[in-house]
């Protein structure tokens, strides 16, 4: 069990159980490690209980809350073998589980014939929690057999089994119909503690089986509960005082009814509305505390000092909650705490109490105090000391006396006022308790009072300009003087300003601030404060900047139509400079920011407070705000005006770039640039989609609805592909028609290519690649724009394949990725932005075997100055590859990107390589499926004037470099099965 105690002093530790202390030491089962207590082997005989830690040092002890060791348990059933239950045939039963001894709670079960097949609650049948036992209301022959309790300990998790009870029918007939007995309900009183899940358990045995309802008397059932097990429990999560009550259920059946009515009560542990907090008082003071807690039942009280239970006695007075002290001393210092209790639960509040007891101690030595003529002056005399000592003043050798200018006050402060200089001299605060005294001299100097001048005391300037004000201060010489200056009665920071103010010190009691580059927001009250030891001057001048005008006041908008808003706006600060005119801007949904609008009248001079938008769109939701402008410049705008759309009206705009084009056959086509919301002028935005065949008369008409909407497409079976039509595109909206587009001219769509690509031809190129080739179907409409190759294994279905499509018109492509000796089907399409045509005939072609799998090996080579001439063994192919037709050198010098390739139809190659550097070569074998492995690589060094001496030195160092080419061995060992 753990403890840990917050002290300075760190703390000592011990332990008590049920409020004795443990010897740790005389017994070897304890250990004590820092406050943790550590019991051996622990047993419930000897140690079930409620522990306590001990904290104590210097200051005082203090006992923590209680904590319950217990044991959890399951025991065992009773061997003993149990009777069986005969009853008949509609006639109810209670099975008795008899549970073993067992801590804490356990959970019931019942097993019916044999493990793991459960007995199944339903309305029918009941497992109280409470009892153990299983309730059957109405038994029926599938009840017949034996049944098991069976117990689990919830801590534990431990379970046990008991005897079976067998279950089984009389013969002598069947029960009758009977009226409902409740044999399972909840105690008179059901005590709950407040946060936790209430269960309270109702059941009844009857012919037929019994219904079970619930209702709470004078109240309603907190909707927050729950029925469970066929309404046989009733569950409420939460439980909170309010639910409180008693509760009733009743069963009945169609031969009457039964009730039981039981009281819950919700309990809940103490809680704390106010502690006890550390005091600190002077010997011979009163100590008053007093802590308060809430719960149900309500709280007593206790109080501890250092740990031990505290009796009231003569100046100790203990009245629940509260505790007096009179007169304290030395002896009432330590730990105190006061415990709030009921049969749930306690808390504990701890505080210390320090009483203090000195002779009166001054921290301060003797003090220079500097006033000037006329003021008042305060000399402090603010001793430590315990109890509070008896302060008298003296002047010299004479006590000071009490006059109109002359008084103590209550906290031993001398205030002398309109101080002149016949108050100068040595002061004397003597401080004295029984346990002795102690003195402070304040030296009192009066000086002749300062003057403050700052000029100028009222400037006006402009935005950009710059000013300089000056302070002088006239005071006593043998005093030091310094300056603060404040904008708006806050201190100055000149290094936060962005460089605009600068002090300047002329002289010691003259001291300057420049403003440069002067802005609006530097206008107001400048003020100069001057300090000595012995007084502080405040002196103030004001600045006055013009510049900008202020933002206006916020737009109302007054009056909307279709195309115009009247607008309204208050004056806002000119700044000190007249404001000469207004601009109107505006903001849409469709606007990039803010726009100025045209206004009626066209000029909005200064003198005005409203004006009229005009060449509005209709039906566009428009903000409006106002920007005014002096002869300084022009100012922020005002806030925005809330958001206005502006009347329907019909649409004046015309779909631009009409066109068309495209699509399948027998479609004519129509495109055309939507017109934007911002000039669809209302609700009930579309398109009229006007056409008709070059060289007739009367218009088809057709009505897009969708404002969205960018083509119309127009089906007709009779006319030819590329039919040339006029077409115009036009708008409305519930206000009415607008105009139409210019005419235009489209032409019917070709659609897609209609027949498939001719005379295709595979050829396969290597053991990975197959060339198609086709050609272009015959001319007409619908013209292919490019082809999509389709290829599949024959073992496949089609739409397993793999496709690839030509760029452009190209009629062949080559087809790479494949696998080897392997047959496909090739099928080829055409296509255009339309569709696609018919495909070819799928047509076969098998790719060559796979190259040969060994590249050429014992590769030897011979140099002669710049020449090497290359051998090897040939290469053979194995049945399932491609037969040699020749072999590939491939020649690069190291450092180089660029490979040099020789091809040879034999099993040797002869090279000459330039003068000077080293050379890299690797042979391959080649074949109609492509080209082998590539051998190990040779390195060759040559440089200008050196020539291998003879073929044998040339052949050594060819085994020395073969000696350097690693070789992996596999060894394949066979395995038996494991």
Known sequence: MSC????????????LINRTRIDVGADFRYSLIDGNLIIHNASEGVDLGRYQCRAENSVGAILSREALLQFAYLGGFSSRTRGGVSVREGQGVVLMCSPPPHSPEIIYSWVFN????????????????????????????????????????????????????????????IMGEYEPKIEVHFLPTVLAAKGVTARLECFALGNPVPTITWRKINGNIPKKARLRKSQAMLEIPNVQLEDSGNYECKAENSRGGTTFRGHLQVYTVPLWISMINDSQLDSGEQLQWECRATGKPRPTYRWLRNGEPLTPQTRVGVLNGELLIRKVQPTDSGMYQCIAENKYGSVYSSAELRILASAPVFSASPVTIIATVGKEVSLECRPRASPKPRVTWKKGDRRVQASRRISVLKNNTLRISNSSRADEGNYVCRAENQFGSAELTTVLLVKDAMRVELIPRRVEVTVGESVVLSCKASHDPSLDVSFQWLLNSQPLNAQQDGGHFEYIQTQASTADLMIRNILLKHAGKYGCRVQTSADTVFAEAELLVRGPPGPPGVVIVEEITDTTATLSWSHGVDNHSPVSTYNVQARTPFSLGWQTVKTDPEHVTGDMESAVAVELNPWVEYEFRVVATNAIGTGDPSSPSRA????????????????????????????WEPVSEEFQNGEGFGYIVAFRANGTRGWKEKMVTSADSTTYKYRDETFPPLTPFEVKVGVYNNKGDGPFSKVVTVFSAEGEPREAPLEVKPSAMSSSEIRVTWKAPNPGPGRPQGY???????????????????????????????????????????????????????????????????????????????????????????????????YKVLLRQEGRGHSQVIRTPNAAAVLTLPEGGTYIMEVRAVSEGGEGAASSQIRVLTSSGVRAKNEQCSLHRLSLGLAWTPVLLILMVPSAPW
């Open 114 to 173: 044999e493990f793991p097949s459960f007995v199944a609650e339903d309305s029918r049948r009941f497992i109280s929690q409470e009892t153990g036992n299983l309730y059957i209301s109405k038994v029926q022959p599938s009840d017949v057999g034996s049944y098991i309790c069976l117990v689990k300990n919830t801590v534990t998790n431990a379970r046990v089994l008991s005897p079976p009870t067998p279950l089984t029918l009389k013969t002598d007939g």
């Open 788 to 886: 999509e190759v389709s290829y599949w294994k024959t073992s496949e279905q089609e739409d397993m394949g793999k496709k690839t499509k030509t760029v452009a018109n190209e009629t062949a492509v080559l087809l790479s990725g494949l696998e080897g000796d392997t047959p496909y089907l090739i099928a080829v399409r055409g296509f255009n932005s339309i569709g696609q045509s018919p495909a070819s005939r799928p047509v076969q072609s098998t790719t060559r075997k796979n190259p040969p799998s060994h590249p050429p090996s014992n590769v030897m080579w011979i140099q002669e100055g710049n020449n090497v001439s290359l051998s090897w063994d040939p290469v053979k192919a194995m049945n399932n590859e491609s037969d040699v037709i020749g």
């Open 644 to 671: 206005v759309r502006t009347k329907e009206a019909v649409p004046s705009v015309a779909p631009a770039n009409v066109s068309g084009g495209n699509g399948r056959r027998h479609e004519l086509v129509i495109s």
């Open 4 to 15: 840990e105690a917050r002290a300075s002093p760190a703390p000592t530790y011990s332990w």
